[in-house]
């Protein structure tokens, strides 16, 4: 090769250089975040989670993303194969959220519903490969007593800034932090897939060791701060989104004992079984989606229903006239952006229609009706629109 053909060569690689770098260029996102008035909890977020924030935004009103807990690594009667979900097997597409659970993380090589963490992170790639959404749960062991995170034994002071075991709590916050450091993809420019990371959930309720009568609202508050800052700031982690979510609430200002923040969490959620249970009432479903997807809006933040669902879905017509007449009756709480069921573990332990199950065709409708948004829904999301 020449000398001019060299330069050229190297003009063409600094200009290409200068255009990549441009368009990733914090500021750039910054504006078209502040344009659509969202303040995101990390300010140097990566540009593809900053879209997938902004495109929910856009979608908010318009559809809500149907969710299901471990969709690609199992269902009812089958472990592990390609390209299955029960979800899929039922109307012909997988969700559109995905979520995952990370109980067990470093001190084995599965988690507690014997999901391999290797093949997580591998449906975890395929998943946001698919323009799907990955969210994930903790279901986080005891530190003071090694047990799971039901042993109620008091904690959280103990893992707390000046707290005996501090230590072991930054330990394992390194140890997801290599997890969340190995989902990359990508080819020359290799990047971190977005996540959406809703830890120490359903803390209305007392069955964690960080529930409501394990810790106080202010204990609470400072371990969730001192998570977000030590992931972000010292972990370097730019590509997360956090969800608080807690379990059922009587009103907003007991949605908002243990919130720690604006500038901590990016969406508001919450678990809610009980009011959409054999014996549940749906409207309670839709009073408590008001109030949270309000609250989101008046944040200029995103809500979502963070899980839900019937064991086994027994009620007739639940998918239609319970979930989503329950999102639909009321128009500010149908601005929520997903909702996300719980595991298909087995029988008598699912949440999501398998193949064969009496629910199929309710299910079906369910799919079909506009405002459901699955997969084969999606617009791209990583990718701020023209
Ligand atoms: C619960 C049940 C358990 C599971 C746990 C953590 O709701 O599904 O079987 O181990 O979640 O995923």
């Not at 996102?29 to 593809?48: C, F, T, Y």
């Not at 309710?362 to 999606?378: A, M």
Request: hydrophobic share 40%; glycine share 6%.
């Amino acid at each position: 090769m020449n000398v001019v053909a060299t330069r050229k060569l190297l003009l063409f690689f600094v200009v290409s250089l200068f255009i990549v770098l441009a368009f990733r260029s914090p500021s750039s996102i910054e504006n078209k975040l502040n344009k659509a008035g969202i303040r995101l909890v990390d300010a140097a977020i990566d540009s593809r989670v900053a879209a997938l924030y902004y495109n929910l935004k856009l979608l908010s009103g318009k559809g809500v993303l149907f969710g299901h807990q471990d969709a690609l690594a199992y269902g009812v009667n089958w472990r592990e194969e390609k390209g299955r979900s029960d979800v899929r097997d039922v109307c012909g597409s997988h969700p559109a959220v995905f979520g995952w659970e990370l109980s067990k993380l470093g001190r084995s090589t599965v988690n507690i519903d014997s999901v391999n963490f290797d093949r997580m992170k591998k449906w975890m790639k395929e998943a946001y490969k698919m323009g799907g959404i990955n969210t994930i749960s903790w279901h986080m062991e005891n530190f003071v007593t090694g047990g799971n995170s039901w042993d109620k034994t008091p904690s959280v002071r103990e893992i707390l800034p000046g707290g005996s075991l501090h230590d072991q709590y930054k330990a394992e916050l390194d140890v997801f932090a290599d997890f969340v450091h190995d989902l990359k993809v990508g080819f020359l420019f290799k990047h971190h897939i977005p996540l959406i990371f809703r830890p120490f959930h359903e803390h209305t309720g007392a069955w964690f060791w960080w529930g409501s009568e394990q810790c106080t609202p202010e204990e609470y508050k400072t371990l969730w701060r001192f998570t977000v800052e030590y992931l972000r700031d010292e972990k370097g982690l730019h590509n997360l989104l956090y969800a608080y979510s807690t379990d059922v609430f009587r009103d907003e200002a007991h949605y908002l004992e243990r919130y720690p923040g604006d500038e901590y969490v990016d969406i508001l959620g919450f678990d809610d079984y009980h009011d959409v249970s054999v014996r549940g009432d749906v409207e309670e479903l839709t009073r408590r989606l008001h109030i949270v997807a309000n609250l989101a809006q008046r944040k200029g933040k995103l809500a979502a229903l963070t899980e839900t669902g019937q064991e086994a879905v027994p009620t007739p017509n639940w998918w239609t006239d319970v979930l989503l007449h329950g999102i639909t009756a009321d128009s500010t709480a149908a601005t929520i952006s997903y909702v996300m069921l719980w595991r298909n573990a087995r029988s008598s332990h699912h949440y999501a229609p398998y193949k064969g199950h009496p629910c199929e065709p309710n299910f079906l409708e369910f799919y079909r009706d506009s405002y459901t948004l699955f997969e084969n829904d999606l617009p791209e999301l990583y990718k701020f629109p023209k």
